[in-house]
């Protein structure tokens, strides 16, 4: 039976003064935000400190946190122990714009974690990885066209804004998510349901040795592959000469050591990790075979090089916290503590979503989780704009007001949370639920 629903409310309203900070930052933020997702219009609150599981706004009002700074923060706010690795290495310097031992030692750790890796490069950000990843495959193939996949975030610059989760279906005509991308761009992308594998194979065969690279997360969003999928992409990419790449700035160091690779077993030419990595200070790195890697040195082929440079690559700070994420992560069982936990509240939403007969989809893997409102199956993005999706704004707006920090597309749990947090957030979603219909 579901717990304290009686006593669930919602929170109460922010005060006068916060009010006026949001109008403030209206008038100098476009949108009022510091990006393009933005919260439930009229529940925007100024965050004002993060505790481990809770962030507190400057009404000094609680909000359990199940975004986690969408993805980052896998140990929570404020982890003593990052904290402290934050501290030590500021007295030693944030940034060289130079090759530190730490960084060494990192790529080591990492070639030793990820199947496929046997090179490595760092990045400021999880775009700029996934953007040189595709830069690097068409530098060496030679070739210009890519293969994304319907309802995938690779990042924000023009290669990846196409198709993105909300919008509307076209595969596989791309579809742009911003004004302003560069010309031409369309014509070298095309997009394929995930999840497809007949799909792609007739692309293949319609197009062969086409396409530069296929860039595909291994679970898709919330969305895990089918069987057989991933191992198809994989034989048609070795067949043709395409490279793989695998976006594993979601899954990686969150569904396995190896991340998503590991998990289901097919690896990648070519790898992007972040988010997770650093425990929310900015870090990405792009990691893969020996043979494409080599070709982001300066002394190759001139006809094949890949410039890549960026004023925080490998910076002291990001490595620093890297290495004391992944010793909590991965060396003291972080991610199986994750997955474990990640499993038991699937079955627990699953569990209630069937008591308040609602029909929904449960969907994720490790801590990743998220509920469609369709009966299902949900293995790509057309099922995902077929559910009901009026229903699902109307019940995370309800869920906001119940003091629940989440995405409307995904939730992610951290090594701060344990089963009370889970039980408040089923708890809260069933709340949700019923005001949702009662409305």
Known sequence: MLRNLAQLESLPPRSEKQSALVERARRLLPGGTTNSIVPPDGLEFLIERGEGAYLFDSDGRRFIDFFLGAGPLVLGHAHPRLVDTIIRQAALGTHHFGLTRSAVDLAERLVRYIPSAEMVRFTGSGSEATFHALRLARAVTGRQAIIKFDGAWHGHHDLASWSLEHSPTHCPEPYPVSAGIQQGVKEEITVLPFNDPAALRETFETKSRHFAAVICEPMQRTIPPRPGFLETLRDLCDRDGTVLIFDEIVTGFRLAPGGGQERYGVLPDLTTVGKAIAGGVPLAVLLGKRNLMVHMDPATDPTTYNFHCGTFNAYALGIGCAHTTLDILVEEGGIARLVELGEAMRSRMVRMLHDENCEATVCGDGPIFHAYFT?????????????????????????????????????????????????????????????????
């Open 375 to 439: 009966a299902g199956p949900v293995h790509d993005h057309t099922a995902v704009r077929a559910s009901d999706l009026a229903l699902a704004e109307v019940v995370h707006r309800k869920m906001y007001e119940a003091g629940v920090y989440k995405s409307s597309t995904k939730g992610y749990l951290g090594l701060c949370h344990d089963e009370s947090h889970v039980e408040q957030l089923i708890d809260a979603m069933a709340w949700a639920i019923r005001k949702a219909r009662a409305d």
